[in-house]
């Protein structure tokens, strides 16, 4: 059983389902543009979007819905809704921005205003709302502290419930900060704080899972074991996930920190749309380490240039399947944790205008985009979206996914999925380094199958050679995740 499952709640949900992020900008830099019926083309049965305060309410007293309602009309009553909001306003917060980090609100009511608006405007059809993402991330995901998130998360959740009492609060998300740098350390600290002063404000309890699939169930422990120390242990949502990212390798953060530390420190206070969009008509130290390392990229390790734009084809392709094989991975391990909703960062770039590649975040997550534009319509699928609609499919209808044994080599990794009338699915890989994993031959596994047949096809579409004799299968295995239904 997983360590320190959480208490029974009416807010866990039941069924589960996987989701997308539509981004950190819905309507920010340009229209509000469709993109629900692509994810829902693609499985996904949640979507989850921004909101920021200076969107609804540019003046005082003065509210605009034209983002959120280009939201709601997208949905067909199917999907569930999930939206952080952010405290991010030109006059009402501490720092004066219309983008990140946000900050805390200079009248408490009156952001508790905004949010009864927002969420009364959405009863019914927005199921999640969040407070801000990440707030640990201080200086750039929250230009606060701990006391000042838990007084705005405590106003948040009043005034969505008065607003929506059916509606479930999520703690900004745990993230990468937290998980890395472990018990003890700062951001870990800031999550104590919150879980203890905060314990009564929040429903569920937002992980994200960045990384190596292989470290999900230690992360979600420790994510536990975070509440326990506070408080209840709430229902955990994984609001974010997606690999590779180039600071699971050490080799690459070894080289991106030497490389790029000079932008790092050259970052701005705030990042307003106005002060992106001057920042792009100068030579800054950033786009100046970034051309350095694209001038050199041809003696970068091959597991940081399949992160560059322009990189060898073969290893674009290799980061392609690491991504396929990963989502897999993250969302077998997760929900065998007993996490009931998992959210995809992300969708699709943020605009559809040409991105310059030359930016720190683009390197760190431009390739993770399950879909791409074409023209100003999102139209493209790329390689990872095969992976998200190909297990979306087979998932679907799934209430339980539990981890069993197989076979006697310690690196099988298996799943079984209780997918009621639909019969069984098992899904089953061999661990290996994400990176060169894939050069080790096959391990062939002999497992029981009492149904009459068998389909067997990867995480990459694949079909790997099943034999069923005597109620016995018997195929190969690397790892590549392989679906088994009957």
């Known amino acids: 059983m997983p360590e320190n499952r959480s208490t029974t709640s009416r807010y866990e949900p039941r069924d589960l389902r996987l989701g997308v992020v539509r981004g950190i900008s819905y309507g920010l830099f340009g229209p509000p543009g469709a993109f629900v ?33 280009a939201l709601l009309a997208q949905l067909d009553g199917d999907e569930e809704v999930w939206i952080t909001l952010c405290s991010s306003s030109p006059w009402a917060t501490r720092t004066a921005t219309d983008f990140l980090p946000p900050s805390p609100a200079r009248d408490i009511a009156a952001y508790a205003e905004f949010v009864r608006r ?97 470290l999900i169930p230690a992360h979600l422990a420790a994510a536990r074991r975070l509440m326990a120390s506070g408080g209840p242990v709430r229902p955990i949502v994984a609001g974010e996930y997606a690999a590779p990212i180039p600071f699971e390798f050490p080799e690459v953060g070894a080289v991106l920190y030497q490389e790029l530390a000079a932008a790092f420190a050259d970052a701005p206070q705030t990042q307003s749309t106005a002060e992106l969009a001057e920042r792009e008509t100068r030579e800054t130290p950033e786009r100046r380490a970034m051309n350095a390392l694209y001038e050199r990229m041809a003696e970068l390790p091959p597991r940081l240039q399949m992160f560059m734009e322009g990189c060898p084809p073969e290893l674009s392709a290799r980061r392609d399947r690491i991504n396929g094989r990963q989502l897999v991975m993250a969302n077998m391990q997760a929900l065998a944790e007993g996490v009931r909703r998992t959210v995809y960062w992300n969708l699709a770039p943020e605009v559809s205008a040409p991105v310059d590649h030359r930016q720190i975040m683009h390197l760190m997550f431009g390739k993770l985009a399950l879909m791409a534009y074409q023209g100003d319509d999102l139209a493209i699928h790329r390689p990872a979206a095969g992976a998200f609609a190909l297990l979306a499919e087979r998932l679907a209808g799934a209430t339980r996914v539990t981890r069993v ?76 995740p392989v679906f088994l239904t009957a």
Do not use: I
């Not at 979507?47 to 509210?63: I, L």
């Not at 927002?118 to 201080?138: L, Y």
């Not at 029981?448 to 389909?455: L, R, S």
């Open 118 to 214: 927002v969420v009364r405007r959405c009863a019914g059809r927005v199921r999640f709302w969040q407070c801000d993402n990440e707030p640990s991330n201080t200086g750039l995901l929250w230009a606060g502290t701990a006391e000042e998130y838990v007084a705005q998360l405590t106003a948040m959740h009043a005034a969505a419930k008065q607003a929506d009492p059916d509606c479930a609060v999520v703690l900004g998300g745990c993230g990468y900060d937290v998980l890395s740098g472990g018990e003890g350390s700062e951001p870990w600290r800031f999550f104590e704080h919150v879980v203890a002063a905060g314990r009564d404000a929040y429903d569920l309890f937002d992980v994200h899972l960045y990384g190596d699939a292989a």
């Open 405 to 480: 044994a197989v076979g006697d080599r310690p690196s099988l990794r298996a799943f079984e999925a209780d997918r009621g009338g639909r019969g069984p699915l098992l899904v089953l890989w061999d661990e290996r380094d994400p990176f060169d994993g894939e050069d080790e031959p096959p391990v062939t596994v002999t497992l029981p199958w009492t149904a009459p047949a068998v389909t067997a096809v990867d995480a990459l579409g694949g079909r790997p050679a099943a034999e069923l004799r005597d109620g016995l299968l018997r195929l190969p295995v690397t790892d590549t």
């Open 37 to 69: 019926p692509q994810a829902r083309a693609l499985g996904a049965g949640l979507v989850r979007a921004y909101v920021y305060w200076g969107q609804v309410e540019p003046e005082p007293g003065h509210y605009t819905f034209e983002a959120v309602d």
